[in-house]
Nanobody, 116 residues
Framework: QVQLVESGGGLVQPGGSLRLSCAAS????????MDWYRQTPGKQREWVAT????????NYGDSVKGRFSISRDNAKNTVYLQMNSLKPEDTAVYYC?????????WGQGTQVTVSS
């Protein structure tokens, strides 16, 4: 069993930045693809970004492209989401996900609120 713990959420003004972290309970990053998702009440969970195991490929949802950046540090068992130029519509609970083959793990989420 792998546990994922997100951190770094909080309240930020529009135009500000936050960096989210997702730490894994054990060394899995050598093999796992990591994703960030977000969800607001009453809406489906939305895919935000993906990074593959060796960091050579990243992909982003259209709503965050050019503003968010996903990265990983396999030595620290951690994946990051750098969020810049934040907008009120970025307000959500952000979740990280680790997947490899049939293995699929989710964190508990961290709240990000963008408001003046």
């Amino acid at each position: 069993q792998v546990q994922l713990v997100e951190s770094g959420g909080g309240l930020v003004q529009p135009g500000g930045s936050l960096r989210l972290s997702c730490a894994a309970s054990r060394r899995i990053f050598t093999y796992y693809t990591m994703d960030w998702y977000r969800q607001t009440p009453g809406k489906q969970r939305e895919w935000v970004a993906t990074i593959i195991s060796d960091s050579t490929t990243t992909n982003y949802g259209d709503s965050v492209k050019g503003r968010f950046s996903i990265s990983r540090d396999n030595a620290k068992n951690t994946v990051y989401l750098q969020m810049n130029s934040l907008k009120p519509e970025d307000t959500a609970v952000y979740y990280c996900r680790a997947r490899y083959g049939s293995s699929d793990y989710w964190g508990q989420g961290t709240q990000v609120t963008v408001s003046s």
